[in-house]
């Protein structure tokens, strides 16, 4: 079955570094565009980043766009989140997710897949 699976979070304080991973399986990697989002308590899920099928796009909200990276390797079936500067606001559960073909995807409910989520907690 298809299956997303997040790891790499953790504490850190501010300042710091992190990469999560996500591994997929049971579906055609390259025919997804992938997706990070982000909920913190109390808070919608909200995009982070997203990477175009052959990781020839990239997308990232304002509030990260100077300080994370995304990118994916498709032979191994895998997308990841470099995040950098991190601050107390960036803490949340991150999620990754698969968007089955067409184009780039914005919102929750246009994914497919979704992994577990990973705790990210930035302490000050």
């Known amino acids: 079955q298809e299956q997303l699976v997040e790891s790499g979070g953790g504490l850190v304080q501010a300042g710091g570094s992190l990469r999560l991973s996500c591994a997929a399986s049971?579906?055609?990697?390259?025919?997804?565009?992938m997706g990070w989002f982000r909920q913190a308590p109390g808070k919608e899920r909200e995009f982070v980043a997203g990477i175009s099928l052959s990781g020839l796009r990239t997308y990232k909200a304002d509030s990260v766009r100077d300080r994370f990276a995304i990118s994916r390797v498709n032979t191994k079936n895998t997308v990841t989140l470099q995040m950098n500067n991190l601050k107390p606001e960036d803490t949340a559960v991150y999620y990754c997710?698969?968007?089955?073909?067409?184009?780039?995807?914005?919102?929750?409910?246009?994914?497919?897949?979704w992994g577990q989520g990973t705790q990210v907690t930035v302490s000050s």
């Open positions: 049971g579906l055609t990697f390259s025919s997804y565009f």
């Open positions: 997710a698969a968007k089955y073909r067409g184009s780039e995807g914005f919102t929750p409910g246009e994914y497919n897949y």
